[in-house]
């Protein structure tokens, strides 16, 4: 037999690698950061430069290969310096949601065992509540001013100031661990993910794809998702990687704010979940902001209302693109880009699909044991796998969530022929009325496309003739004038008819989880204790 092996390299494929292609090649493209009244700037080579003094720093206070370092901070230029300085000395880092509850903060932190923690100053009374619970946490390095916190605190700038940049990195094997995130817990402790150097590596290149998001230097990133959301969807890296320019909105998340920097600042991408879009188009409908040098809008983390990317397409020229993720899959697995040849006036039904699976994710559509055709009709749950999808969780076995090494997503859909997904719900809120089933999903969108509806949210909720029926929780807009039997009046044109809620509510807001998500749990616990006053109307036909 005659054998023969590849003349290239084993080489690494490592942050570090990123950073500095971005440091060297793109050293004047821009960082940004909003802070409220100014802008603060610096360059690709400024900041790869504070980079190399707080790996420097860190090392100085005996952070090493392997430990764990936590940041608790907004979007901006000192939290993307960990972004690579923790990585590319070969310690962890461990973006934290602020958002979560006490006790889960309190879980995750001493469970990834962090040592040092990184917090923005305005942050630091939401950490001080529970600091003193945090077992493995020896110091804090605090970003501004700001005091209160346990054991030693640093300044952030004096850790920097203190060190010598480092000039040649420790070599780190593309297998180690890179960063970590937790899951949101929805059920139980939330569960931890670690993504490698390695996977880290190729999400970005895979998301810089012309098919993906399709990032160059020409491009100026708002990346409004959470920096501690799935590593901001990848994109700092991504962007990076590419030279694009960023602008971080820091603490300002506001629809108002966010306005003002677009129309100012001049973005051409940008990242986050549909609520946040919701409010930023109906800010820039009322007050005529200039929003037009959007040229890729990437929404997920929960289905995109199709009226919402018809606002944006219809009345200011801007593509809004569903992607579709997790944290398990670091989180890029699908991107809903139309497909060649589509005429323009179809573009929006392929722009509301789910996604399109990306290069590097294997997909397959299951139903207990059985694997389902991709023929875009038949149902069943989606399972992935690929070189950025985890097949475990931290410390945690799940095997509920595994199936022979697929990641079970728990999201329930179709995939057609060309690989594109539509999600019709979770498995958890799949609505099963009489052995049939009712996508919760569809029905929201639906009622958000009402003019009069702001949120909308639906839920199973128990029947004794057909097991579970729909509630509808609707929020009207301020001065709203429709009325039940026109919102079911609506939905009838639109649904078949037998999946028409005959319960409905009427609430002031709807609960969101940590990311932004509809809270569906919180609103059934509502339900199941007596406290949402329900509307009852007779069944249609």
């Given at each position: 037999?005659?054998?023969?092996?590849?003349?290239?390299?084993?080489?690494?494929?490592?942050?570090?690698?990123?950073?500095?292609?971005?440091?060297?090649?793109?050293?004047?493209?821009?960082?940004?950061?909003?802070?409220?009244?100014?802008?603060?700037?610096?360059?690709?080579?400024?900041?790869?430069?504070?980079?190399?003094?707080?790996?420097?720093?860190?090392?100085?206070?005996?952070i090493g290969p392997g430990d764990r370092v936590g940041t608790f901070a907004w979007n901006n230029q000192e939290h993307l310096e960990a972004y690579f300085a923790v990585p590319s000395m070969g310690a962890v880092l461990h973006c934290i949601n602020i958002r979560l509850f006490?006790?889960?903060?309190?879980?995750?932190?001493?469970?990834?065992?962090?040592?040092?923690?990184?917090?923005?100053?305005?942050?630091?009374?939401?950490?001080?509540?529970?600091?003193?619970?945090?077992?493995?946490?020896?110091?804090?390095?605090?970003?501004?001013?700001?005091?209160?916190?346990?054991?030693?605190?640093?300044?952030?700038?004096?850790?920097?100031?203190?060190?010598?940049?480092?000039?040649?990195?420790?070599?780190?094997?593309?297998?180690?661990?890179?960063?970590?995130?937790?899951?949101?817990?929805?059920?139980g402790n939330p569960k931890g993910v670690v993504y490698s150097h390695r996977s880290t590596w190729l999400h970005a290149a895979a998301a810089s794809m012309a098919n993906s998001i399709g990032l160059t230097e020409d491009d100026k990133i708002l990346p409004i998702v959470p920096?501690?959301?799935?590593?901001?969807?990848?994109?700092?890296?991504?962007?990076?990687?590419?030279?694009?320019?960023?602008?971080?909105?820091?603490?300002?998340?506001?629809?108002?704010?966010?306005?003002?920097?677009?129309?100012?600042?001049?973005?051409?991408?940008?990242?986050?979940?549909?609520?946040?879009?919701?409010?930023?188009?109906?800010?820039?409908?009322?007050?005529?902001?200039?929003?037009?040098?959007?040229?890729?809008?990437?929404?997920?983390?929960?289905?995109?209302?199709?009226?919402?990317?018809?606002?944006?397409?219809?009345?200011?020229?801007?593509?809004?693109?569903?992607?579709?993720?997790?944290?398990?899959?670091?989180?890029?697995?699908?991107?809903?880009?139309?497909?060649?040849?589509?005429?323009?006036?179809?573009?929006?039904?392929?722009?509301?699909?789910?996604?399109?699976?990306?290069?590097?994710?294997?997909?397959?559509?299951?139903?207990?044991?059985?694997?389902?055709?991709?023929?875009?009709?038949?149902?069943?749950?989606?399972?992935?796998?690929?070189?950025?999808?985890?097949?475990?969780?931290?410390?945690?076995?799940?095997?509920?969530?595994?199936?022979?090494?697929?990641?079970?997503?728990?999201?329930?859909?179709?995939?057609?022929?060309?690989?594109?997904?539509?999600?019709?719900?979770?498995?958890?809120?799949?609505?099963?009325?009489?052995?049939?089933?009712?996508?919760?999903?569809?029905?929201?969108?639906?009622?958000?496309?009402?003019?009069?509806?702001?949120?909308?949210?639906?839920?199973?909720?128990?029947?004794?003739?057909?097991?579970?029926?729909?509630?509808?929780?609707?929020?009207?807009?301020?001065?709203?004038?429709?009325?039940?039997?026109?919102?079911?009046?609506?939905?009838?044109?639109?649904?078949?008819?037998?999946?028409?809620?005959?319960?409905?509510?009427?609430?002031?807001?709807?609960?969101?989880?940590?990311?932004?998500?509809?809270?569906?749990?919180?609103?059934?616990?509502?339900?199941?204790?007596?406290?949402?006053?329900?509307?009852?109307?007779?069944?249609?036909?």
């Amino acid at each position: 037999m005659n054998n023969i092996r590849s003349t290239i390299p084993d080489f690494p494929l490592t942050i570090r690698g990123i950073f500095e292609h971005g440091e060297r090649i793109h050293a004047a493209s821009e960082v940004a950061t909003y802070a409220g009244e100014h802008i603060r700037r610096a360059s690709y080579a400024q900041v790869g430069e504070r980079v190399r003094r707080l790996a420097a720093g860190l090392g100085k206070l005996g952070i090493g290969p392997g430990d764990r370092v936590g940041t608790f901070a907004w979007n901006n230029q000192e939290h993307l310096e960990a972004y690579f300085a923790v990585p590319s000395m070969g310690a962890v880092l461990h973006c934290i949601n602020i958002r979560l509850f006490p006790e889960q903060l309190i879980y995750i932190i001493n469970h990834a065992a962090d040592r040092i923690v990184i917090v923005d100053s305005s942050l630091v009374p939401l950490l001080a509540k529970f600091a003193g619970q945090l077992t493995t946490v020896e110091r804090y390095i605090v970003i501004g001013e700001g005091g209160g916190l346990p054991r030693e605190t640093l300044r952030y700038e004096d850790v920097l100031a203190s060190a010598e940049p480092v000039r040649v990195w420790p070599e780190v094997a593309e297998s180690a661990a890179a960063a970590m995130c937790y899951t949101s817990g929805t059920t139980g402790n939330p569960k931890g993910v670690v993504y490698s150097h390695r996977s880290t590596w190729l999400h970005a290149a895979a998301a810089s794809m012309a098919n993906s998001i399709g990032l160059t230097e020409d491009d100026k990133i708002l990346p409004i998702v959470p920096m501690f959301h799935a590593n901001a969807w990848g994109l700092p890296y991504s962007g990076w990687m590419c030279g694009a320019d960023f602008l971080m909105p820091d603490r300002y998340m506001q629809a108002e704010r966010i306005g003002r920097m677009i129309a100012a600042e001049r973005p051409t991408v940008s990242g986050a979940v549909p609520t946040i879009w919701n409010e930023v188009l109906r800010y820039v409908d009322a007050n005529g902001i200039d929003v037009s040098s959007l040229r890729c809008v990437v929404c997920g983390g929960a289905a995109v209302p199709r009226s919402m990317q018809e606002g944006f397409l219809n009345r200011h020229g801007v593509r809004v693109i569903q992607g579709w993720g997790m944290t398990e899959t670091s989180p890029l697995a699908a991107v809903a880009r139309p497909p060649r040849g589509t005429p323009k006036d179809q573009e929006i039904d392929w722009l509301n699909k789910s996604g399109r699976v990306v290069v590097g994710v294997e997909l397959r559509l299951m139903s207990g044991e059985q694997e389902l055709p991709w023929d875009g009709e038949s149902v069943g749950e989606i399972e992935v796998r690929g070189p950025w999808v985890t097949s475990s969780y931290y410390l945690d076995d799940a095997p509920e969530k595994f199936h022979d090494r697929w990641l079970r997503t728990g999201d329930v859909g179709t995939v057609d022929a060309k690989g594109f997904i539509q999600i019709t719900d979770r498995a958890k809120d799949v609505i099963k009325s009489g052995g049939e089933w009712i996508s919760s999903m569809e029905l929201e969108n639906h009622l958000i496309a009402h003019p009069d509806v702001l949120e909308a949210v639906v839920i199973g909720v128990p029947d004794e003739r057909w097991d579970e029926r729909p509630l509808a929780c609707v929020v009207m807009k301020p001065g709203a004038a429709a009325t039940l039997e026109q919102l079911r009046d609506f939905l009838a044109a639109r649904v078949a008819r037998w999946w028409l809620p005959e319960r409905w509510a009427f609430i002031a807001e709807v609960p969101k989880t940590s990311v932004g998500k509809l809270d569906k749990k919180v609103l059934r616990a509502r339900y199941a204790k007596g406290e949402i006053g329900e509307v009852k109307v007779e069944k249609m036909g």
